[in-house]
C-alpha cells in the first residue's frame, strides 16, 4: 500500500463526503498535498474541527496516513477495495458533480456535492464498466405493490437489454429494481450511505451479499461507518452522477428519491418519472416532479431506453396496434367507407350524404371497395360485409 | 327569420363541417355569395356534389334557402336556436382554427378543421360566455372505474371553481365529466357528432336534456342529422377550440380522444394530461401523449387551473405537507440535529462525528436545541426528546 492510497483512505474517513473546499485542493494538488493543507489549519475552522474528531487524536500527516492504512488492511479482509479518483476504473462521470457544486450555499445536502473523494467497492467489475451503460432505478422506501411491481418490471427489463440498474440498496423501491436486475441476470450496483460491512437495512442483508458477488456494492464512506440520516441525501448525488439517467418509480410529496431525480436534473442527465394513480400518495412527488420542464414520462423498459441510449439507436416502438383492414385505403374510399351502414344497406346516394362526399364519388369508390371484401351487395343497397 | 340566416342554416347542412374552401368564401364574402359560388359550381367538384346529393334537388339559391328556413321552423319548435359567425355571442377562440386548417391534405377529419360555419343551440346561456372560462375535459368511452372517478373529481372541482366543462357527451370520460360538473352546479358543454334531438349514446338521453337546461347543447349539425362515425373526428376540433385547455383522462393507444388533443396542440392550447397506472391499457395513450413536448401532466383540479388559468393568478398551491419541528432551524443546528441519535445518548464529540461538524459547532449548538426541545441530556449525553 502506498502512501498516497493510505491518504485518500484516510480522507474519506475524516472529511464528510462532497466537501468542495476539499476537494478542489485535492484535485489541484492531490491527496498529499491536501492532508497538509487540513492538518496545517488553511482550511475552513469547520473542515478542520470534523476531521480532528473523526480522527480521534491531533491532526498530522503521519496520522491520517495511518489511519489510512488501518482502514485499507480492515477493508482488504472484508473484500472490499478502494477505488481513488487515480484509477483507471475511476468513472468520468462523476467530474460533473464539479459543476454543480460551485456556488451552492443552502442545506449540507445541497451543498456538499463535490465529486467523492474515492470509494469503496466489493464486487467483480471495474467501476467505469459496470456504471457506463446505467440507469439508476429509485423510489420510495414505502412503495406500494404497484411501485414494486413496475420497479421490478423496469429493472429487469433493463438488466435483459445489458443496462446496469444503479440504486440505493434501500426498502422499497430500490430493494425491487436491485432484486429483479439480479434476476434478469443483469449487473447492478448498490450505492450505500455507510460502510460496507454494516448492511443497512438489515433485512437486506442477503441481497447485499449477493450484489457483492455478482454485481458491485459501493459507498463513499469507509468500512463500519454508519448510516447516519443525512449521508444518505448526501449519497444520492453519487446515484445521480453514476447513471447515464434516473427514473423515479413511486414519490410521496416529500420523498428523498426526489432529490435524487432534482440532482440528475442540475446534471444535465434524462430525468425520467413512472406515472401512478392521481389517487395515490405514493406518486404524488412523481406527478410534481413531472410538472417540472423536461422531465419525462416513461412507462416501459423502451421509452427509457429511448430516454438514456444513444440518440436514434434505441429508439422506443410504438404500442402495436393491429392494422385496420382499410388502413391502407386511398383517402377518397375510406371516406366513403365512413358512410357504409353497418346492417340496413344503403343506395350509393344516401352512403354519398352520410360520408360528406358527391354521389359520383361514391360511385366510384363503392366498386372498389365491394372487390377488397369491406362492403357487400344486398338488392340495390350497400352495406359493411360481415367477417367470413 | 332574414334570408342570411335561412342560409347559413341550409349551408350547415348540406356541406360537411370544416370544409376550408367553402369556409375561405364564407369569410370573405357572407353566406349568400357562398351559397351562390356552391350553385354555380365556382367551388370543387366534390363539395358540389356532396351539397346537391345532401339537398335532394337541383342546387339553387332559393332551394338553398327555402331547405334553411325549413330547419329553423324545426329547430324552432324544439327549442334550438342557430349561432352565426355574425351573431354577437360567437365565440372568437373558433378563429384560431383558421390557422390550423391552412394546407392540410391528409385524412378528412385531419384536413377539414375550418371553423364551424354555423352552431346549433340549446340551452340558457350565451355560447362566449359558457365558453370563455372553460376547459375541455375528454376521454375513453371504455373508461376505467379510475378514469370515470378522476374526470368526476376534475370536472366538479372545476365547476366549483366557476370553469365551465366541455366534452363530448360520449359513454365513459365524457359522461362523468358532464354529470360532475352538474352535480358541482356548473355550466357544462355537451359538442354532439349529430342533430341536438338525436341524442347519442341513447343511454344519456336524460344527461342531455338536463344539460339543454342548465348548459349548452351544441352541434355543427342540424337537427335530425345521424352520428356517422367520422363526424366524431370532425366535432373533436370544435371541443379543443371552444376551451381554453384540454384534459385527457383515459385514452388507449388508439382513441378519438388523442385527436381532441391533438387538435388543441395544434390551436397552441394548453394540452394536459391526467397520468395513471402505466400498468393500465387506459392510460397508455395518456402516457405516449405525456411524453409530447409540450403536454402537461395534471394531477389535480388546482393542477388544470394552474395550466389554463391566467399566469400567476391561478398558480397551483404545493401539496400541503406538515411542517416539521425541525423546518425552521438555522442551518448548522438542523445539521447537527442530524447528527442526535434517538435511543443511546452521544456525546458532544460524537454528534459532531455523526453530522460531519466541528465539535465546537455541535457544541454551540446542541443548547439550543434543547432550549427549543428537540434534544434532551441524559447524564453526560444527548438524545433526540421523546414526544411528551
Known sequence: MTTERALWAGLSAIVEPGNRELGQVVRRAGPFVATEALCAE?????????????????????????????LLADADRLGVRIVCP???????????????SR?????????????????????PHRLDQAFERSVAVVGARAASEYGAYVAGDLAGGLAESGWT?????????????????????????????????????VSHTAMFERI????????????????????FLIRNRVIAAASAGTV????????????????????????????????????????EELRVEGTR????????????????????PLPVTPERPHDRLDPMARQVLEGVPMRRPLTAEEIAA???????????????????????????????????
Chains 1, 2 share one sequence.
Open 297 to 316: 414520462a416513461v412507462a416501459s423498459v423502451a421509452h427509457v431506453i429511448e430516454e438514456v441510449g444513444r440518440i436514434g439507436v434505441d429508439l422506443a
Open 248 to 287: 423515479l418509480v413511486e414519490a410521496a410529496h416529500r420523498s428523498g428519491a426526489r432529490q435524487t431525480l432534482g440532482r440528475a436534473r442540475l446534471l444535465g442527465r434524462p430525468t425520467l418519472v413512472v406515472p401512478g394513480p392521481v389517487t395515490s400518495a405514493m406518486s404524488v412527488g412523481c406527478h
Open 354 to 388: 352520410a360520408a360528406g362526399v358527391s354521389g359520383r364519388d361514391a360511385r366510384r369508390s363503392l366498386p372498389l371497395l365491394v372487390t377488397l371484401g369491406h362492403v357487400e351487395v344486398i338488392d340495390d343497397g350497400y352495406r359493411l360485409a360481415r367477417p367470413a
Open 165 to 201: 440498474v444503479v440504486s440505493g440498496g434501500a426498502l422499497g423501491i430500490d430493494g425491487a429494481a436491485h432484486r429483479a436486475a439480479l434476476a434478469g441476470g443483469g449487473v447492478t450496483v448498490a450505492v450505500l450511505a455507510c460502510g460496507i460491512n454494516r448492511p443497512y437495512p
Open 42 to 70: 488553511r482550511v475552513s475552522e469547520q473542515l478542520v474541527g470534523a476531521a480532528a474528531t473523526r480522527l480521534g487524536r491531533p491532526l498530522t500527516v503521519a496520522a491520517v496516513e495511518e489511519f489510512g492504512h488501518r
Open 86 to 100: 487515480v484509477d483507471e476504473e475511476w468513472p468520468a462521470r462523476f467530474a460533473d458533480l464539479i459543476r454543480i
Open 212 to 231: 457483492g458477488e455478482e454485481g458491485l456494492v459501493v459507498s463513499e464512506w469507509p468500512p463500519d461507518a454508519p448510516p447516519y440520516k443525512l449521508r
Open 103 to 123: 456556488g451552492y450555499t443552502g442545506q449540507v445536502a445541497d451543498r456538499d456535492t463535490d465529486p467523492p473523494l474515492a470509494l469503496w467497492v466489493r464486487g
